[in-house]
């Protein structure tokens, strides 16, 4: 995932659907019909891995699914944050605010790590962890660092 839009115009950044779920969880009480929208819908996309999970699908049958079950999902949770952002969040408390916000944050970039480390055909858990045994061994400079990025890193 990039932040160089201008580069990478078909690439968007990723926020951890874990993360943004708790935030709705925490504005439950201010606002409990927008905060249970916004986690059913989540909650719809965690059933689409839960399915292709419980399928035994490939990797790559994971992917198509994704594809098609995803988008409508993702498009109906873009477009009601969009209205909200429109109106500067109008009538909304604290809490809801944060919740939509964070949806903007880069707060949960793990999940970007993660898909880069998926589309690099590398484990995303085994990424981690050479990852930071190497960063704790000794100092690493800029150029090392850059090594150590998911597309880098050998296999």
Same mark, same amino acid.
């Given at each position: 995932?990039? @932040? @160089?839009? +201008? =580069? ?6 990723? #926020?951890? =659907?874990?993360?943004?779920? $708790? ?16 986690i059913d819908e989540i909650g719809r996309l965690f059933g /689409? ?5 419980? #399928? ?12 098609? $079950?995803?988008? *409508? /999902? ?8 969009? $209205?909200?952002?429109?109106? &500067?969040y109008k009538g909304l408390g604290a809490l809801t605010k944060?919740? =939509? !916000?964070?949806? !903007? ?14 589309? &690099?055909?590398?484990? *995303?858990?085994?990424? /981690? !962890? ?6 704790? #061994?000794? *100092?690493?400079?800029? #150029? +090392?660092?850059?090594? =150590?990025? *998911? ?5």
């Amino acid at each position: 995932m990039y @932040d @160089d839009d +201008e =580069l990478h115009p078909d690439q968007h950044r990723s #926020a951890c =659907l874990t993360h943004i779920r $708790r935030k709705f969880v925490e504005s439950l009480e201010e606002n409990h019909s927008l905060s249970m929208w916004f986690i059913d819908e989540i909650g719809r996309l965690f059933g /689409i891995e839960h399915d292709c999970k419980k #399928a035994g699908l490939t990797a790559d049958q994971v992917l198509v699914e994704r594809l098609q $079950r995803s988008k *409508p /999902i993702m498009d109906r949770i873009k477009e009601k944050f969009e $209205r909200f952002a429109k109106s &500067n969040y109008k009538g909304l408390g604290a809490l809801t605010k944060k919740a =939509l !916000k964070y949806i !903007k944050t880069d707060y949960a970039f793990m999940f970007s790590v993660m898909e880069s480390c998926n589309m &690099n055909k590398l484990s *995303p858990g085994c990424y /981690i !962890k050479e990852l930071v045994s190497r960063l704790t #061994a000794k *100092p690493v400079c800029t #150029a +090392e660092k850059v090594a =150590l990025l *998911p597309c880098f890193m050998q296999k």
